[in-house]
């Protein structure tokens, strides 16, 4: 089992930055792909990067690469997302997620996921 608690986030101005962390529990974390997704107000959840368990692999929804950057330390257990010339189209909850596979950025095969974090940048 693998509990998910999510930090970070608030209100910032367009053009600014946020960071997000995502602090888990449990053994093994490197076993686990780690993924950022986000609901917007009135839309669907949708993927926003994804890691692999040791880091080397990453992947990032068209609209924020570039500007977002997921990582993460195994020591630590967390993984992070940090977001940078934010954009009013990015004020969202922002979850994540853990899926205990060697790749996947599929939402269904993310078996744990955190509470959320409200980000909401102002124009």
């Known amino acids: 089992q693998v509990q998910l608690v999510e930090s970070g986030g608030g209100l910032v101005q367009t053009g600014g930055s946020l960071g997000l962390s995502c602090a888990a529990s449990g053994r093994a974390f490197s076993a686990y792909v780690m993924a950022w997704f986000r609901q917007p107000p009135g839309k669907e959840r949708e993927f926003v990067a994804a890691i692999s368990g040791w880091g080397d692999t990453t992947y990032y929804v068209d609209s924020v690469r570039g500007r977002f950057t997921i990582s993460r330390d195994n020591a630590k257990n967390t993984a992070y997302l940090q977001m940078n010339s934010l954009k009013a189209e990015d004020s969202a909850v922002y979850y994540c997620?853990?899926?205990?596979?060697?790749?996947?950025?599929?939402?269904?095969?993310?078996?744990?996921w955190g509470q959320g974090a409200q980000v909401t940048v102002s124009s």
């Open positions: 997620a853990a899926a205990n596979r060697i790749w996947t950025t599929k939402s269904n095969e993310f078996n744990y």
